[in-house]
C-alpha cells in the first residue's frame, strides 16, 4: 500500500510540482475507483452470501473485498493523521501507523487470494476430497487464522525485531524499506516478510497453473456434453459454474501478479542497496496500491453476463438490423449468441 518507495530528489521547483501534481492525481484516482468498486462489490457478495451462505468461493471474495475495502479507507485517512502526527510533535506514532498498514494490508490480501487459488485448485482437482478440507465454518476459521498470522508478522517490528521508527522529524519521513546498514534483527522482519510474500506468488501459480489445466479438460467435456440428454445438463451447468468461479481465481492471480512482484524487487533491490531509478519505486508502489483496485474489476470481467451486456450495449451503439447475429465467446468460455 505505500507509494513512496522512493523520495524526490533536488530537483527545481517545477518539475517537484509536477511530480507531486501526477503522484497525487494517481493516488486519488486509484483510491476513488478503488473505494467505490470495493463497496459495491463487497454488498453485492454480502447479499449473495445471505442467501447462498454455503459457497466457499464466495466466503474468501467476500474477505478478500473486504480486506481492500479497508485497506483503501485507511489510506485514505492516512493524510489528516499526518498533520494530527505533526501537531502532536509525535511522529513515531504516525509512522508506526503507516509502517504497519503499508506492510500488513497487502500481504493480508495477497494471502486471502493464495487461499482462493488453493480452494479452486482442491475443487477441481481433487473434487470428492473438497468437503474434508473446505465447509464454510472451516474456511471462515482459515481466513481468521490467515490474517491473524499477518497481523503477528508486522507487530514484531513493536518490539524491535524491525522498525516503522520515524527517520526524520521535520518534515515527518517515515521508514519504507530497510537498507544495508540496518540492525541484522531487522532483517528477520523483512526476511519473513520476503518469504510469505514470494510464498503468495509460488503457490498461487502452482494452483493456477492446476486450475488452469483442468478447465481446459472441464471445457473439452462440456463441449461433448451439450448434445446431451436433459439427465446430462444438470452435470453440464455445474461444470461450467465451476469454470467460471476457476477464471475469477486466474484473472485475480494475473493483477496480483502484476502488481505484487515489483513490491517483494524493490524491497529486496533496497536491502541490497543497489539503487533504483525514482520512477520504477514509484510505479511499484502506485501498483501495489492498485492491487485492492484490481480484486473487484476481475470480479466483474469473469462474468460471463458482463460481455453479453457489453456487446448488447455496443449492438445498439452502432444500430444493426435484429436480423443480424454476432457470436459471443466471453472469458466464461461458453458460447452463445446476441442478437443485435
Not at 48 to 69: A, G
Not at 72 to 78: E, H, N, P, V
Not at 205 to 225: E, F, H, P, T
Not at 244 to 270: D, E, H, Q, S
Request: charge should be positive; hydrophobic fraction near 45%; aromatic fraction near 14%.
Amino acid at each position: 500500500m505505500d507509494t513512496n518507495f522512493s523520495s524526490v530528489g533536488d530537483s527545481d521547483d517545477a518539475t517537484s510540482n509536477l511530480n507531486a501534481t501526477v503522484i497525487y492525481t494517481s493516488l486519488y484516482t486509484i483510491l476513488l475507483f478503488g473505494i467505490v468498486f470495493n463497496l459495491i462489490a463487497s454488498i453485492f457478495l454480502y447479499k449473495y452470501l445471505k442467501r447462498r451462505p454455503d459457497e466457499n468461493h464466495i466466503i474468501l471474495l467476500f474477505s478478500l473485498i473486504v480486506v481492500d475495502l479497508v485497506s483503501l479507507c485507511i489510506f485514505a485517512i492516512r493524510t489528516p493523521l499526518y498533520y494530527l502526527a505533526v501537531f502532536l510533535i509525535n511522529p513515531n506514532v504516525w509512522c508506526n501507523f503507516v509502517g504497519f498498514t503499508n506492510f500488513t494490508f497487502p500481504l493480508s490480501s495477497g494471502a486471502i487470494w493464495t487461499l482462493m487459488s488453493f480452494e479452486r485448485c482442491v475443487a477441481l482437482s481433487m473434487p470428492f476430497r473438497y468437503a474434508n478440507y473446505f465447509q464454510p465454518k472451516k474456511t471462515k476459521r482459515y481466513v481468521v487464522a490467515t490474517l491473524a498470522l499477518v497481523v503477528f508478522l508486522n507487530s514484531i517490528p513493536f518490539v524491535g525485531i524491525g522498525s516503522y521508527d520515524a527517520l526524520l522529524d521535520e518534515p515527518i519521513i517515515c521508514r519504507y524499506s530497510y537498507s544495508p546498514s540496518d540492525p541484522a534483527i531487522y532483517m528477520v522482519h523483512l526476511g519473513a516478510y520476503l518469504f510469505c510474500g514470494w510464498s503468495e506468488v509460488f503457490i498461487g501459480a502452482v494452483c493456477n497453473i492446476v486450475v488452469v489445466y483442468q478447465i481446459y479438460k472441464m471445457s473439452k467435456v462440456n463441449l461433448v456434453g451439450v448434445n446431451q440428454t436433459q439427465e446430462n445438463r444438470s452435470q453440464v451447468k455445474n461444470m461450467e459454474s465451476e469454470m467460471n468461479i476457476a477464471r475469477t481465481a486466474v484473472i485475480i492471480f494475473v493483477g496480483f501478479t502484476c502488481c505484487w512482484v515489483p513490491v517483494l524487487i524493490v524491497l529486496m533491490f533496497k536491502r541490497l542497496g543497489i539503487p533504483l531509478p525514482d520512477v520504477f519505486g514509484f510505479a511499484a508502489g502506485q501498483l501495489l496500491l492498485a492491487n485492492h483496485l484490481v480484486d473487484p474489476i476481475s470480479f466483474v470481467l469473469a462474468r460471463p453476463g458482463f460481455y453479453k451486456f457489453i456487446l448488447s450495449k455496443f449492438c445498439i451503439f452502432i444500430n444493426r438490423s435484429p436480423s443480424e447475429s454476432i457470436t459471443l465467446t466471453g472469458t466464461s468460455g461458453l458460447q452463445g449468441s446476441t442478437t443485435c
